[in-house]
């Protein structure tokens, strides 16, 4: 999907001037990065061209030269690893949301707390991949944190990536699912129990500019606009915390 930027409180930008933005999106960041996009489209000529998926693939195809300029990820350590790599700018990594995780189903009584963990009722669970997903290495930390990843072991499905869990239980090809907080923040119904933060580490999603997008004017405005209230304001509707 493509879609315009704009610094917070800037004149729009004159259509000769429009640039364009590839940007690599957390797949739990896709509703609020469509949402912040699409608002910008109508102030400004800048495009964004989003593609959504997980962090660590995303993280192995900018290794490999991926055209990205711009990396808004589902950690913090990977946008990290970005600098010291030299693949992206040093001083241009922030924290732009703080992730929440939730036990979700579409069953009404299923997804109940801790309990509907201790006391399975169903047959699947998804989870991200933990190895590329930071969402699918919290749901592994909050297993582990209550004791009862043995018991859920052989019930996981694993998806590439956190949108790919949604689907899983969405679709009801399990029951039930650790998802992101965004993903179901406009979802009515089924269950959820809002995981404490205690469980897992913090969820730090930070953004950085890659090296690619280091002469490109409209992608460093992305990044400041973030920073911003209009931006900040959609993050929060869609169940972050905010960051920086």
Same mark, same amino acid.
């Given at each position: 999907?493509?879609?315009?930027?704009?610094?917070?409180?800037?004149?729009?930008?004159?259509?000769?001037?429009? =640039?364009?933005? =590839?940007?690599?999106?957390?797949?739990?960041?896709?509703?609020?990065?469509?949402?912040?996009?699409?608002? &910008?489209?109508?102030?400004?000529?800048?495009?964004?061209?989003?593609?959504?998926?997980?962090?660590?693939?995303?993280?192995?195809?900018?290794?490999?030269?991926? *055209? &990205?300029?711009?990396?808004?990820? +589902?950690? =913090? @350590?990977?946008?990290?690893?970005?600098?010291?790599?030299?693949? @992206?700018?040093?001083?241009?990594?922030?924290?732009?949301?703080?992730?929440?995780?939730?036990?979700? $189903?579409?069953?009404?009584?299923?997804?109940?707390?801790?309990?509907?963990?201790?006391?399975?009722?169903?047959?699947?669970?998804?989870?991200?991949?933990?190895?590329? +997903?930071?969402?699918?290495?919290?749901?592994?930390?909050?297993?582990?944190?209550?004791g009862v990843h043995d018991v859920l072991a052989g019930k996981i499905v694993q998806g590439q990536n956190i949108g790919q869990a949604y689907q899983f239980v969405a679709s009801g090809n399990a029951e039930?699912?650790?998802?992101?907080? $965004?993903?179901?923040?406009?979802?009515?119904?089924?269950?959820?129990?809002?995981? *404490?933060?205690?469980?897992?580490?913090?969820?730090?999603?930070?953004?950085?500019?890659?090296?690619?997008?280091?002469?490109? *004017?409209?992608?460093?405005?992305?990044?400041?606009?973030?920073?911003?209230?209009?931006?900040?304001?959609?993050?929060?509707?869609?169940?972050?915390?905010?960051?920086?």
């Amino acid at each position: 999907m493509a879609a315009g930027l704009l610094a917070p409180d800037a004149a729009p930008a004159v259509a000769t001037d429009a =640039k364009q933005v =590839k940007v690599a999106v957390a797949a739990n960041f896709t509703e609020p990065a469509r949402v912040i996009a699409t608002a &910008f489209e109508k102030a400004t000529g800048n495009r964004l061209i989003l593609s959504f998926g997980s962090t660590g693939q995303f993280f192995a195809q900018i290794k490999q030269a991926a *055209p &990205f300029e711009v990396f808004l990820a +589902a950690d =913090k @350590a990977t946008p990290t690893k970005a600098v010291e790599e030299g693949l @992206a700018v040093p001083g241009t990594q922030f924290t732009y949301a703080l992730g929440k995780l939730v036990l979700y $189903s579409t069953m009404p009584a299923l997804a109940t707390g801790e309990s509907a963990l201790k006391s399975p009722k169903f047959a699947k669970i998804a989870i991200a991949n933990p190895a590329t +997903a930071p969402y699918g290495a919290a749901a592994l930390e909050v297993m582990k944190a209550l004791g009862v990843h043995d018991v859920l072991a052989g019930k996981i499905v694993q998806g590439q990536n956190i949108g790919q869990a949604y689907q899983f239980v969405a679709s009801g090809n399990a029951e039930i699912g650790f998802v992101a907080l $965004s993903q179901i923040a406009e979802v009515d119904g089924g269950s959820r129990w809002v995981v *404490p933060g205690n469980l897992h580490k913090p969820i730090l999603q930070d953004a950085v500019l890659l090296r690619v997008g280091e002469g490109n *004017p409209a992608a460093r405005a992305l990044l400041d606009y973030l920073k911003g209230k209009d931006a900040q304001a959609v993050i929060e509707k869609f169940g972050y915390g905010i960051g920086q």
